[in-house]
């Protein structure tokens, strides 16, 4: 499966916060997420990572044992994503299956992918826990994290 082409513009700034500003939710913009509290409460059932290669706004694929491991609560048809240790923004990120049952984060994920500024060799480190509710991380070309907040907003634990 091939991802979408054209250009990509690729910003350099390292970006901070997390669209504060009032949005109306959708798949292709981030949400605020009330429920921050319950989710640092519930387990991590599911990590893994994913390495941008080529257009990092194109469709990813996702690990197939990730696959496997939500297909037992039936196929999912969108994945909710949020920064790790922050809970001000939710993006709503659609899935698709190709032939053979390969996971692809598909319609939200351009926007989501430019919003935070991906570039090809990024590293994003994922964790599901659960009723399709996903954090991740982002890790930039020197393999460090990559912040949105201000570091004295950031817990202790993460």
């Known amino acids: 499966m091939s991802g979408r082409g054209g250009g990509r513009a690729r910003g350099r700034g390292r ?3 997390c669209g504060r500003a009032a949005r109306s939710p959708s798949p292709a913009t981030p949400s605020s997420s009330s429920s921050h509290m319950q989710e640092e409460e ?3 059932m599911f990590e893994f990572f994913v390495v ?3 257009d990092p706004h194109a469709i990813q694929r996702l690990p197939d044992t990730f696959t496997d ?7 999912p048809g969108s ?3 949020r920064e790790a240790a922050y809970g001000c923004c939710r993006w709503i ?12 984060l598909h319609i939200g994920w351009e926007n989501f992918a430019r919003y935070q500024r991906l570039e090809a060799g990024f590293v994003l480190m994922f964790s599901y826990v659960g009723e399709r509710d ?6 930039d070309e020197t393999r460090c994290r990559r912040h949105y907040h201000d570091d004295s907003a950031e ?3 993460d």
Do not use: Q, T
Not at 69 to 75: L, P
Not at 93 to 104: F, G, L, P, S, T
């Open 15 to 17: 970006g901070r916060g």
């Open 79 to 81: 994945l909710h994503l």
């Open 93 to 104: 990120v659609d899935v698709i299956y190709d032939a053979r049952d390969k996971m692809y």
């Open 134 to 139: 996903m954090s991740f991380k982002v890790f």
């Open 42 to 44: 519930r387990p991590v």
């Open 155 to 157: 817990k202790d634990d």
């Open 69 to 75: 491991f939500v297909a037992g609560d039936g196929r």
């Open 52 to 54: 941008l290669k080529g």
